[in-house]
């Protein structure tokens, strides 16, 4: 059974920062790519960043130069460090793990964490 558990959301201040984690089982998580994608309400859900197995990273243009993505491999564990947060910033963040063969596409989901920038 697959799971992707994020944690690390929550209400922080303008300019604060966060660092979100999703702790993935039940696949070979260093062959996945993994991402985070955010959902603001009446918003379609959104790329944010993802990092690939060979730690290539895609970093969304709207967050470029303030959020972070990395891996751990070891600990099957991908991290999105965000910085310098903003109100538009607002949203529940999704864990993605994503691997494509010939035949197939595998893709799993987290439950999704809230967060809320706000003064």
């Known amino acids: 059974q697959v799971q992707l558990v994020e944690s690390g959301g929550g209400l922080v201040q303008p300019g604060g920062s966060l660092r979100l984690s999703c702790a993935a089982s039940g696949i070979l998580f260093s062959i996945h790519t993994m991402g985070w994608y955010r959902q603001a309400p009446g918003k379609q859900r959104e790329l944010v960043a993802a990092i690939t197995s060979g730690n290539s990273t895609t970093i969304a243009d709207s967050v470029k130069g303030r959020f972070t993505i990395s891996r751990d491999n070891a600990k099957n564990t991908v991290f999105l460090q965000m910085n310098s947060l903003k109100p538009e910033d607002t949203a529940v963040y999704y864990c993605?793990?994503?691997?494509?063969?010939?035949?197939?596409?595998?893709?799993?989901w987290g439950q999704g964490t809230q967060v809320t920038v706000s003064s």
């Open positions: 993605n793990a994503d691997r494509r063969v010939i035949f197939a596409h595998f893709n799993y």
